[in-house]
T-cell receptor, first 113, second 114 residues
Framework: DGGITQSPKYLFRKEGQNVTLSCEQN?????MYWYRQDPGQGLRLIYY???????QKGDIAEGYSVSREKKESFPLTVTSAQKNPTAFYLC????????????FGSGTRLTVV | KNEVEQSPQNLTAQEGEFITINCSYS?????LHWLQQHPGGGIVSLFM???GKKKHGRLIATINIQEKHSSLHITASHPRDSAVYIC????????????????FGKGTHLIIQP
Protein backbone atom coordinates (compact mmCIF):
# COMPACT_ATOMS: atom_id res chain seq x y z
CA ASP A 1 0.00 0.00 0.00
CA GLY A 2 1.17 3.52 -0.73
CA GLY A 3 1.89 5.90 2.05
CA ILE A 4 4.36 8.04 3.94
CA THR A 5 6.89 6.60 6.36
CA GLN A 6 8.42 8.76 9.04
CA SER A 7 11.17 7.51 11.25
CA PRO A 8 11.89 7.28 14.05
CA LYS A 9 8.62 7.68 15.96
CA TYR A 10 10.42 8.98 19.06
CA LEU A 11 13.78 10.74 19.12
CA PHE A 12 15.82 12.07 21.99
CA ARG A 13 18.79 14.36 21.50
CA LYS A 14 21.07 16.48 23.63
CA GLU A 15 20.94 20.21 23.29
CA GLY A 16 23.37 21.50 20.69
CA GLN A 17 23.24 18.43 18.46
CA ASN A 18 21.84 18.38 14.95
CA VAL A 19 19.29 15.69 14.24
CA THR A 20 17.73 14.49 10.97
CA LEU A 21 14.17 13.24 10.64
CA SER A 22 13.36 10.90 7.80
CA CYS A 23 10.34 11.11 5.50
CA GLU A 24 9.78 8.71 2.59
CA GLN A 25 6.73 8.40 0.33
CA ASN A 26 5.82 5.87 -2.34
CA UNK A 27 2.77 7.72 -3.64
CA UNK A 28 4.58 9.34 -6.57
CA UNK A 29 3.57 12.72 -5.15
CA UNK A 30 5.43 15.76 -6.44
CA UNK A 31 4.98 17.96 -3.37
CA MET A 32 6.21 17.25 0.14
CA TYR A 33 5.90 19.26 3.35
CA TRP A 34 7.22 19.43 6.87
CA TYR A 35 5.02 20.72 9.68
CA ARG A 36 5.62 21.30 13.35
CA GLN A 37 2.93 20.82 16.00
CA ASP A 38 3.07 22.30 19.49
CA PRO A 39 0.45 21.82 22.23
CA GLY A 40 -2.54 24.12 21.78
CA GLN A 41 -1.38 25.35 18.37
CA GLY A 42 -2.24 24.48 14.83
CA LEU A 43 0.32 22.83 12.61
CA ARG A 44 2.83 25.26 11.19
CA LEU A 45 4.71 24.90 7.93
CA ILE A 46 8.50 24.58 8.17
CA TYR A 47 9.55 23.80 4.59
CA TYR A 48 7.95 22.51 1.44
CA UNK A 49 9.13 21.16 -1.89
CA UNK A 50 7.15 21.02 -5.09
CA UNK A 51 9.76 19.29 -7.19
CA UNK A 52 13.08 17.46 -6.86
CA UNK A 53 16.07 19.70 -6.09
CA UNK A 54 13.84 22.61 -5.15
CA UNK A 55 12.36 23.64 -1.81
CA GLN A 56 10.94 26.74 -0.17
CA LYS A 57 10.85 28.12 3.36
CA GLY A 58 7.59 28.01 5.21
CA ASP A 59 6.46 30.15 8.11
CA ILE A 60 8.97 28.87 10.69
CA ALA A 61 12.06 27.76 8.73
CA GLU A 62 14.69 29.27 11.03
CA GLY A 63 16.88 26.60 12.59
CA TYR A 64 15.84 23.92 10.10
CA SER A 65 17.22 22.64 6.80
CA VAL A 66 15.94 20.20 4.17
CA SER A 67 17.00 18.49 0.97
CA ARG A 68 15.07 16.95 -1.92
CA GLU A 69 17.50 14.86 -3.90
CA LYS A 70 14.93 12.19 -4.73
CA LYS A 71 11.20 12.47 -5.36
CA GLU A 72 10.48 9.93 -2.64
CA SER A 73 12.52 11.49 0.14
CA PHE A 74 12.38 14.80 2.01
CA PRO A 75 14.55 14.67 5.17
CA LEU A 76 14.42 17.46 7.74
CA THR A 77 17.44 18.46 9.82
CA VAL A 78 16.81 20.22 13.09
CA THR A 79 19.97 22.21 13.73
CA SER A 80 21.42 23.50 16.96
CA ALA A 81 20.27 26.97 15.88
CA GLN A 82 16.64 26.01 16.46
CA LYS A 83 15.87 27.59 19.84
CA ASN A 84 12.99 25.37 20.87
CA PRO A 85 13.23 22.09 18.94
CA THR A 86 11.15 19.86 21.21
CA ALA A 87 7.93 19.26 19.26
CA PHE A 88 5.94 16.82 17.15
CA TYR A 89 6.99 16.85 13.50
CA LEU A 90 4.72 15.74 10.67
CA CYS A 91 5.61 15.10 7.06
CA UNK A 92 2.99 15.24 4.31
CA UNK A 93 2.74 14.94 0.57
CA UNK A 94 0.31 15.83 -2.17
CA UNK A 95 -0.07 15.31 -5.87
CA UNK A 96 -0.64 17.94 -8.51
CA UNK A 97 -3.80 16.58 -10.02
CA UNK A 98 -7.08 18.11 -8.92
CA UNK A 99 -8.48 16.14 -6.04
CA UNK A 100 -5.34 14.16 -5.29
CA UNK A 101 -5.61 15.14 -1.64
CA UNK A 102 -3.13 15.19 1.14
CA UNK A 103 -1.38 12.30 2.88
CA PHE A 104 0.31 12.56 6.26
CA GLY A 105 2.95 10.49 7.94
CA SER A 106 2.58 9.21 11.50
CA GLY A 107 4.95 11.82 12.89
CA THR A 108 8.17 12.00 14.90
CA ARG A 109 8.18 13.25 18.46
CA LEU A 110 11.50 14.97 19.12
CA THR A 111 12.63 15.70 22.65
CA VAL A 112 15.77 17.72 23.23
CA VAL A 113 17.25 17.50 26.69
CA LYS B 1 -6.62 36.82 14.15
CA ASN B 2 -6.06 33.29 12.91
CA GLU B 3 -6.98 32.65 9.30
CA VAL B 4 -8.76 29.42 10.27
CA GLU B 5 -10.91 29.34 13.39
CA GLN B 6 -12.55 26.23 14.82
CA SER B 7 -15.23 25.83 17.44
CA PRO B 8 -15.62 24.41 19.91
CA GLN B 9 -12.05 23.82 21.13
CA ASN B 10 -13.20 20.94 23.34
CA LEU B 11 -16.34 18.85 23.15
CA THR B 12 -17.48 16.00 25.37
CA ALA B 13 -20.63 14.10 24.42
CA GLN B 14 -22.42 10.86 25.14
CA GLU B 15 -22.37 7.91 22.80
CA GLY B 16 -25.07 8.21 20.16
CA GLU B 17 -25.23 12.01 20.13
CA PHE B 18 -25.10 14.05 16.91
CA ILE B 19 -21.86 16.04 16.82
CA THR B 20 -21.14 19.28 14.97
CA ILE B 21 -17.75 20.95 14.67
CA ASN B 22 -17.49 24.31 12.95
CA CYS B 23 -14.75 25.96 10.93
CA SER B 24 -14.57 29.55 9.66
CA TYR B 25 -11.85 30.97 7.47
CA SER B 26 -10.94 34.45 6.36
CA UNK B 27 -8.93 33.87 3.18
CA UNK B 28 -9.66 32.75 -0.34
CA UNK B 29 -9.26 29.01 -0.70
CA UNK B 30 -9.09 26.33 -3.36
CA UNK B 31 -10.24 23.60 -0.98
CA LEU B 32 -11.02 22.87 2.65
CA HIS B 33 -9.83 19.76 4.44
CA TRP B 34 -11.12 17.94 7.49
CA LEU B 35 -8.52 15.83 9.25
CA GLN B 36 -8.56 13.44 12.19
CA GLN B 37 -5.67 13.07 14.63
CA HIS B 38 -5.64 10.22 17.13
CA PRO B 39 -3.62 10.23 20.38
CA GLY B 40 -0.64 8.58 18.68
CA GLY B 41 -0.28 11.67 16.53
CA GLY B 42 -0.81 10.39 13.02
CA ILE B 43 -3.26 12.37 10.90
CA VAL B 44 -5.84 10.92 8.55
CA SER B 45 -7.54 12.95 5.86
CA LEU B 46 -11.33 12.66 6.17
CA PHE B 47 -12.60 15.03 3.52
CA MET B 48 -11.40 17.49 0.95
CA UNK B 49 -14.13 19.71 -0.41
CA UNK B 50 -14.48 22.89 -2.39
CA UNK B 51 -18.27 23.10 -2.54
CA GLY B 52 -21.44 21.47 -1.29
CA LYS B 53 -21.47 18.40 0.88
CA LYS B 54 -19.69 15.07 1.21
CA LYS B 55 -20.64 11.99 3.19
CA HIS B 56 -18.58 9.01 4.28
CA GLY B 57 -20.21 6.55 6.62
CA ARG B 58 -21.36 8.46 9.70
CA LEU B 59 -19.37 11.56 8.79
CA ILE B 60 -20.77 14.47 6.81
CA ALA B 61 -18.89 17.61 5.77
CA THR B 62 -20.45 20.73 4.34
CA ILE B 63 -19.02 23.97 3.07
CA ASN B 64 -20.55 27.37 2.30
CA ILE B 65 -18.09 29.27 0.15
CA GLN B 66 -19.99 32.57 0.33
CA GLU B 67 -20.04 32.52 4.12
CA LYS B 68 -16.53 31.03 4.38
CA HIS B 69 -17.76 28.37 6.74
CA SER B 70 -17.65 24.60 6.97
CA SER B 71 -19.11 22.04 9.35
CA LEU B 72 -18.19 18.48 10.17
CA HIS B 73 -21.02 16.33 11.51
CA ILE B 74 -20.82 12.92 13.14
CA THR B 75 -24.03 10.95 13.41
CA ALA B 76 -24.56 8.23 16.03
CA SER B 77 -21.26 9.08 17.70
CA HIS B 78 -19.18 6.29 19.21
CA PRO B 79 -16.23 6.28 21.65
CA ARG B 80 -13.91 5.34 18.78
CA ASP B 81 -14.70 8.75 17.25
CA SER B 82 -12.76 10.35 20.10
CA ALA B 83 -9.92 12.28 18.49
CA VAL B 84 -8.79 15.76 17.53
CA TYR B 85 -10.55 17.03 14.41
CA ILE B 86 -8.65 19.62 12.43
CA CYS B 87 -9.89 21.98 9.75
CA UNK B 88 -7.34 23.16 7.18
CA UNK B 89 -7.50 25.20 3.99
CA UNK B 90 -5.39 25.18 0.87
CA UNK B 91 -4.92 28.39 -1.04
CA UNK B 92 -2.72 27.21 -3.86
CA UNK B 93 -3.57 26.36 -7.39
CA UNK B 94 -3.74 22.67 -6.56
CA UNK B 95 -6.46 21.84 -4.06
CA UNK B 96 -4.43 18.95 -2.72
CA UNK B 97 -1.85 21.24 -1.26
CA UNK B 98 -0.89 24.03 -3.57
CA UNK B 99 2.12 26.24 -3.58
CA UNK B 100 2.40 26.71 0.15
CA UNK B 101 0.76 23.77 1.84
CA UNK B 102 -2.18 24.01 4.18
CA UNK B 103 -3.20 26.53 6.82
CA PHE B 104 -4.56 24.78 9.90
CA GLY B 105 -7.02 25.52 12.64
CA LYS B 106 -6.04 24.62 16.19
CA GLY B 107 -8.30 21.58 16.26
CA THR B 108 -11.31 20.40 18.22
CA HIS B 109 -10.68 17.80 20.91
CA LEU B 110 -13.68 15.46 20.88
CA ILE B 111 -14.39 12.91 23.61
CA ILE B 112 -17.32 10.52 23.26
CA GLN B 113 -18.23 8.84 26.51
CA PRO B 114 -19.88 5.40 26.55
Amino acid sequence: DGGITQSPKYLFRKEGQNVTLSCEQNLNHDAMYWYRQDPGQGLRLIYYSQIVNDFQKGDIAEGYSVSREKKESFPLTVTSAQKNPTAFYLCASSGRSQGSGYTFGSGTRLTVV
Amino acid sequence: KNEVEQSPQNLTAQEGEFITINCSYSVGISALHWLQQHPGGGIVSLFMLSSGKKKHGRLIATINIQEKHSSLHITASHPRDSAVYICAVSRGVYSGGGADGLTFGKGTHLIIQP
